[in-house]
Each structure stands twice: as structure tokens, then as C-alpha cells.
């Protein structure tokens, strides 16, 4: 009860949402307090608002229920992977590349295997799998040049199974020349070859972060935003930013507009390249991206087949 007040920050919404009366609620959450010894809410205005004691207890309480879902799961798929659930978030160029090619995978070694995608950035996919909400998480992290390659974070419960590196290219509108088509990929070639990793002959070799400082710089969500700030920091200069979007299709229509420059990861390329932008790719500037787990090992058998399912996507496409 005190995660549904928690979450809608009303006793008669989450009186509605649980199917009790609002009597019935506020007579338990008086028992929490009672039992607790704390303070757990408070009026504020027509509604209630939590305590800081209440919001620590009401972030545990999401964390028990998430727990508590995904060990139904677990149990469900305990007896082989012949049926159950196994649920997955991950930032949007994953979805749109390796991720689907996972999926097929998953479903064609475990056809009895339920999959649910959901598409979150890196901090809301970490925040999802520690409360049980998923049970992998796809996530990036973006590393110092002088860091070993797929180093990422490890955090408190969380266990990271590198995937690939990242690397980041200067986006740029392109000549008016005419460019050469890309060259055909392999069908057995590994993902992370597959995307582009050299400029067209439309972008020449002074196509660079300093030769575009006195322009207009277009950003991203709030990493790649501050990832773009410390590659032009490190370059002499603090970019001009124009406009801000985390749609990688509407940023490479704004550059091939001329609305300016940015900054973009190689997979955002490869899940949609607009031909009116040309690419050059920036040395040292990689970000890790990673599938997270939660939990002491081993892995519930479908968090296993799923993690097994992403490693072989990113490294023999199907």
C-alpha cells in the first residue's frame, strides 16, 4: 500500500488501484507507521506526500515486490525453459539493432519462452532491474581513453557482461559532391565491423571537433550531452548547443538540414543512417555498452539463455 501512495501520491488512487476502500487504506498505513515507530506521510494540500522516512521505505517496499515478481518467474521457468518469462530493457539504438536479432535467437532455442522488451536509457534500465521490474538491463557507460576497452561500473548487486565498444563519429551535413555507396557487408561478419567506421568521400580529413567550434553543435540525452561537452572541452572549446533531442533520426535530420553538428555513437549509425549526413569516426572516444544481471550467480536459466542470446547477436549476426 504505502508503494501505491508512493506512487500516486493519493490514498483514494491507490485505494482504486488495489481494489480496497480508502478507509482500509489509511487504517494499514497507520499499522505501518505504528509498526515502524516513523512518521511515513504527511498532508500536503488535497493529497499526501511522503516522509523521507516514507520514501525510504516506499523505495525498499518497490524493490520487495520487483524481487518478489521476478522470483514468480524464476520458479515458473525452474523445471527447464520449456515455458516462462524473461524480460529485458535497453536503450533505443539497441533496440533497433542487435537486441531484435537476440529475440529471434531466444525464440528459436526456447520457443516456450515468453520475451518482453522495454526501451529505457541507461539510469532508468539500472533503476528498473535493481526493483525487479526486468531481469537484464542493456545499458552504456562512456569511458576515459586511457581505460581498458569494455571497462564499465560495477555497482552494488549488479553484475555487467560486456558486449562490444562503442565508437563515437563527428556527424556532419554532406558535400553536395556525390559519394560513393558503402561497402557490402558480410553476412557472417561481426556487428560491431558492420558499422560505419570511415568517412565517406564526402568528409574530408580537416573535418575535425576543433574546426567546427565557431558552429552550432546539436546534443543528445543527458550522457551523450556530457560526453559531447568533455570531447569539446578536451578539443579547446565549449560547443554552441543549438537544439537538444534524444531522437538519433531527428538529430541526423537536423545536421542534414545544416542546423549544425553532433556527435553520435557508431550503433545509433547503424540502426538508421540518413544520406544526407557524412560520418567521421573520433580516435579514443568509445562508449562500453553492457547487459546487467542482479543478484549472486548463477543466472535463473531464461536470464541465462537471454544473456547467452545478446553475447552471440553482437558477435555472429543470425
Do not use: N
Not at 557524412?278 to 531464461?302: C, K, L, N, Q
Amino acid at each position: 500500500m504505502l508503494d501505491a501512495v508512493a506512487r500516486h501520491g493519493s490514498v483514494t488512487a491507490a485505494a482504486r488501484e488495489l481494489h480496497y476502500s480508502q478507509p482500509s487504506v489509511s487504517h494499514h498505513l497507520a499499522r505501518l507507521e505504528a509498526e515502524t515507530g516513523a512518521k511515513l506521510v504527511q498532508r500536503a494540500g488535497r493529497g499526501i506526500r511522503l516522509t523521507e522516512a516514507g520514501r525510504l521505505l516506499a523505495d525498499r517496499a518497490a524493490e520487495i515486490i520487483g524481487r518478489l515478481d521476478s522470483a514468480s518467474a524464476e520458479l515458473a521457468a525452474h523445471v527447464g525453459l520449456r515455458a516462462g518469462r524473461v524480460r529485458l530493457a535497453a536503450f533505443p539504438s539497441a533496440l533497433g539493432t542487435f537486441v531484435p536479432a537476440a529475440a529471434v535467437r531466444l525464440s528459436r532455442e526456447h520457443p516456450g519462452l515468453d520475451l518482453r522488451l522495454s526501451e529505457a536509457e541507461p539510469p532508468e534500465a539500472l533503476a528498473m532491474l535493481r526493483a525487479g521490474h526486468v531481469d537484464v538491463a542493456v545499458a552504456f557507460h562512456y569511458g576515459k581513453t586511457a581505460e581498458p576497452p569494455a571497462t564499465v561500473p560495477e555497482e552494488e548487486g549488479v553484475r555487467l557482461t560486456a558486449l562490444f565498444d562503442d565508437p563515437s563519429h563527428l556527424v556532419l551535413p554532406a558535400t553536395t559532391e556525390p559519394t560513393a555507396a558503402p561497402p557490402a557487408v558480410p553476412r557472417d561478419a561481426p556487428l560491431v565491423a558492420a558499422m560505419p567506421a570511415t568517412p565517406p568521400p564526402a568528409v574530408t580529413a580537416t573535418s575535425t571537433l576543433a574546426s567546427h567550434a565557431g558552429g552550432k553543435w546539436i546534443a543528445g540525452c543527458d550522457r551523450c550531452r556530457r560526453h559531447l561537452l568533455d570531447l569539446c572541452a578536451a578539443a579547446g572549446f565549449e560547443p554552441a548547443i543549438a537544439f537538444t533531442t534524444d531522437d538519433y533520426v531527428a538529430v541526423q535530420a537536423m545536421v542534414a538540414a545544416g542546423l549544425g553538428v553532433t556527435v553520435l555513437p557508431a550503433l545509433a549509425l547503424s540502426a538508421h543512417r540518413h544520406p544526407g549526413v557524412g560520418t567521421r569516426e573520433i580516435p579514443g572516444s568509445t562508449r562500453h555498452v553492457f547487459a546487467a544481471t542482479y543478484g549472486e550467480p548463477p543466472d535463473p536459466p531464461a536470464t541465462a539463455a537471454l544473456l547467452s542470446a545478446l553475447v552471440e547477436a553482437v558477435s555472429r549476426p543470425a
